[in-house]
Nanobody, 115 residues
């Protein structure tokens, strides 16, 4: 059974940083592209970043490019999302997922950017 457990969210001031974690189990993590998707209040799921199985290929949507960094540790079966220069528009529930649409995802971790 695929299990994805996100953590690291919280309340942060505008301009601040957070690092999200996603612990994966139940599948061959080292062979799987991984994704971060988010859901802002009142909106649908939006993919924001992805990383190849080896970690050599990373992709970002324009709204987070240059501010967020995705990475992974295949020994620990963990994917990370370093988020810098956060703004109120980044407030959302963040999920890691095994597919771009977020159909297989964890329970999410809440990120709230507010002063």
């Amino acid at each position: 059974e695929v299990q994805l457990v996100e953590s690291g969210g919280g309340l942060v001031q505008p301009g601040g940083s957070l690092r999200l974690y996603c612990a994966a189990s139940g599948f061959t993590f080292s062979r799987q592209w991984m994704y971060w998707v988010r859901q802002a209040p009142g909106k649908g799921l939006t993919p924001i970043s992805s990383i190849s199985s080896s970690g050599s290929d990373t992709r970002y949507v324009d709204t987070v490019k240059g501010r967020f960094t995705i990475s992974r540790d295949n020994v620990k079966s963990t994917v990370y999302l370093q988020m810098n220069s956060l703004s109120s528009e980044d407030t959302a529930l963040y999920y890691c997922a095994t597919d771009l649409e977020g159909r297989t995802r964890g329970q999410g971790t809440q990120v709230t950017v507010s002063s």
